[in-house]
């Protein structure tokens, strides 16, 4: 079957460096999506790998590693406005999206 | 219009009502999709549509009908609602099947209570 794991829930402190995993299993693999979502709105694209290794936007960053099904997704100099919910999401070989429930990332003071 | 626009935002409708989610885009993308939110789950596909004139269910199609008559606009219908459809409903739209340009634009939602 196809699955996405991460986990439910983080907590990291403002300025701080945050790293959020992902795991997948998909019927092929078209690439690697996360997208940002603030409680209340709309999900909005923060990046895209099919390849394995860094890309590097900003503050944020994320890795793929096709071969152990893993990526993550890092945030650096965290801000307050960073407080929202990280979904992962797997392309299969349809081009369909298979999601993750989702990391409520939590921003401290 | 700028970019993707659903409607209602909200709704809360009786059991066994018909029910009708406006989906509008003005980017001329080729693919829209409804996606189903709920507490804990991931986005679920409900149906999508790679073009106008087709359209394709996803992995919760039951309960729900889409059509696409043209590029822009993408209804999704409750033909008898039930409770367990009460959720927060997005539309999103990509440039081309699968979003393989690397982005999926979302509406903002419509928040839907099923009593």
């Known amino acids: 079957g196809q699955n996405i794991d991460q986990p439910t829930e983080m907590t990291a402190t403002e300025g701080a460096i945050v790293q959020i995993n992902c795991t997948y299993q998909?019927?092929?693999?078209?690439?690697l999506f996360w997208y940002q979502q603030h409680a209340g709105e709309a999900p909005t694209f923060l990046s895209y790998n099919v390849l394995d290794g860094l890309e590097e936007k900003g503050r944020f960053s994320s890795f793929l590693s096709r071969s152990k099904g893993y990526s993550y997704l890092l945030l650096k100099e965290l801000q307050m406005k960073d407080s929202a919910s990280y979904l992962c999401a797997g392309m299969d070989s349809n081009y369909q999206l298979i999601w993750g429930a989702g990391t409520k990332l939590i921003i401290k003071p | 219009i700028a970019g993707i626009t659903q409607a209602p935002t909200s709704q809360i409708l009786a059991a066994g009502r018909r029910m009708t989610l406006r989906c509008t885009q003005d980017m001329r993308h080729n693919a829209m999709y409804w996606y189903r939110q709920d507490l804990g789950l991931g986005l679920r596909l409900i149906h999508y549509?790679?073009?106008?004139?087709?359209?394709g269910k996803g992995e919760v199609p039951d309960g729900y009908s889409v059509s696409r008559a043209n590029t822009d606009d993408f209804p999704l219908t409750l033909a008898s609602a039930v409770p367990s459809q009460t959720s927060v409903y997005f539309c999103?739209?990509?440039?081309?099947?699968?979003?393989?340009?690397?982005?999926?634009?979302f509406g903002e939602g419509s928040r839907l209570t099923v009593l």
């Open positions: 549509s790679n073009t106008a004139g087709t359209t």
């Open positions: 998909t019927s092929g693999f078209n690439g």
């Open positions: 999103a739209s990509s440039g081309s099947p699968g979003g393989n340009t690397g982005e999926l634009f």
